[in-house]
């Protein structure tokens, strides 16, 4: 859902305009967190865009859903292209997505939803891609989580449960290999995709930040899922540069340096004409800085109760 | 004619459900016939409509959750928990999902699910088979917490639960289950006058007296309902001392006006439930009742409960641990001036 940019684009241009949003808004939240602009707290996908941008541009927000989870804010936009509701929905202002109670992690707009508890969303996920499947809409639930939450068991219920009644259901597992500040190999035993395949769910596993191979396997998931009705695991591993939340980051700088060679935006703004890379770039900052004139511009939430 | 077992009333009003709405569904543990439930509720359901009805997996956490999602995305599911106990285990889909959706979602999503609990003890089923647990769910804002006994029309309560745009957490006794519905003949049930509120979820009102000269009232829902009746008719006969009873059915939002019209009449409230008493239904309705009602009161409430601990298997130690006749004969007495 690209309103913002011309349908001639290219798919690497539109790819790169979309993480480019995603990447320079949050940058944005945490300056203004520095400012002291914002209160509360957020959690940044910063590193991670390719698996918002390239799983959803695969979907069909009209009919699809996506459930996600603490770290929404990409996948949001990339559902919805609606900045301006979740600067204001994330600086508490007037037009926010939920009217300023949702905050950063509690988000819903059409067919997206998110919520800020591990063990909840797989559940709810699970019970939205059955109702689709009674329904008959043939629509596809996609649910993001990441490798911490693979310590709840929910989601081992919920692979059972999809897998046993064939739900139409799509589990991204984004592996950044941190939960918080606890790195994987401390608390998690075996394999990721073997998890999903003990239930005889459907499971691809790629090592990559590239959005347009990821977004390949995404389709491929996406049609699966849509043709057969059976549940697909997408294990995408990726890696978050920046804290988890603001300043609770004690990682190695030099295993975050390392990493950045393998920045999703690199990658696909090397395939760009530098003219074209330079223009989306300012097209969006030009949008941002807008976005978020009307946000300082918009009345508090709640101040007129 | 015989009247009618709850258990057959619940079941009956599931069989209309199914038939006046597409959009109901039943999912739960060992709910598909010939088994039909472990209390025999389910029964028939999934002959007559198999793919509307999905037995499930042990997996309560996930199943709160599921019932969640079902519910925004427009079906109308009733989760059947097998023993309420096991609700703890959805306890977070609770806490940090139904009750949160929809406000927190500012409005753009609706929760109607109906999740039923069968409570209770007397059974010797043990400590983690026996249990009250309502009073986890009062504490939770924005959910409908409903209670039912067979002095209730419990069809009709469970279909209006299946029809709240709300998540409402159905309440059923296992004792309840097997006893006759008690429905009032010419306003009379026994030797008790009955009446009803108005509201989706009636309370019902008893009296020895016509609700006239009634000393203290007895507030309490679900199970302990005929031991408040029993309890009430055997004071009239053998202490000559008229009470009214007050059975809730809606928990929570806490449904207080009938506590307190009877309160203005009696003067003297005992409150009476089946789970432990510790920040429980009588803890909240004491808070409420005196905040509203001080001056109508002669004496301080009574709360009766079950002891703080565990619901033991062994038939006496059960039955000392849950709240007894002889409690609530004592409570009344001790309201009313008279000696023990």
Known sequence: MSSEQPDEMSLPARFYAEMYLIRRFEETLLEMFSAGKLVGTTHTCIGQEANAVGVIAALEPERDIVFSNHRCHGHYLAFTDDPRGLLCEVMGREGGTCGGKGGSQHLCRG???????????????TGMALAEREKGSNAVTTVFLGDGTLGQGTVYECMNLASAWSLPLLIVVENNFYAQS???????????PSRAEAFDIDTQHLDTTDVQPIHEAARAAITSVRETGRPFCLVLDTYRFSPHSKGDDNRDEAEIEARRTRDPLLITSAQLPEAERLEIERSCEARL?????HAEASAVAGAAA | MMADRCVHELNRALHELFEKRDDVVLIGEDILDPYGGAFKVSQGLSTRWPDRVMTTPISEASLVG???GMAIRGLRPILEIMFGDFIALGYDQIVNGISKFR???????????????PMGGGRGYGPTHSQSLEKALIGVPNVTVVAISEFHDVAALLTAAVEDIEPVFFVENKLMYGRAVQRPEGGYIGELRCQASASRYPAIALSGSEFTEDSVTIATYGGMTSLAVETATSLILEHEIFC?????????????????????????????????????????LTAAVQAVAWDDLRRPIRRIGAADGIIPAAPALEAAMLPAATDLVDAVLSLTGSRV
């Open chain 1, 289 to 293: 800085e807008g976005e978020v004139a």
């Open chain 1, 182 to 192: 606890t790195p994987s190999s401390l608390t998690l035993a075996g394999s990721i």
């Open chain 2, 244 to 284: 009214e009873v007050i059975s809730l059915s809606q928990l929570q939002p806490l449904d207080l006006d009938p506590i307190i019209e009877s309160v203005r009449r009696t003067g003297a409230l005992v409150t009476l439930e089946e789970g432990t008493l510790t920040g429980g239904f009588g803890a909240e």
């Open chain 2, 103 to 117: 406000e927190m979602y500012d409005d753009q999503v609706t929760v109607p699910l109906v999740i039923r609990l």
């Open chain 2, 66 to 68: 599921l019932t969640a």
């Open chain 1, 111 to 125: 067919n997206f939803y998110s919520n800020g508890v591990q063990g909840s969303i797989v559940p709810v996920a």
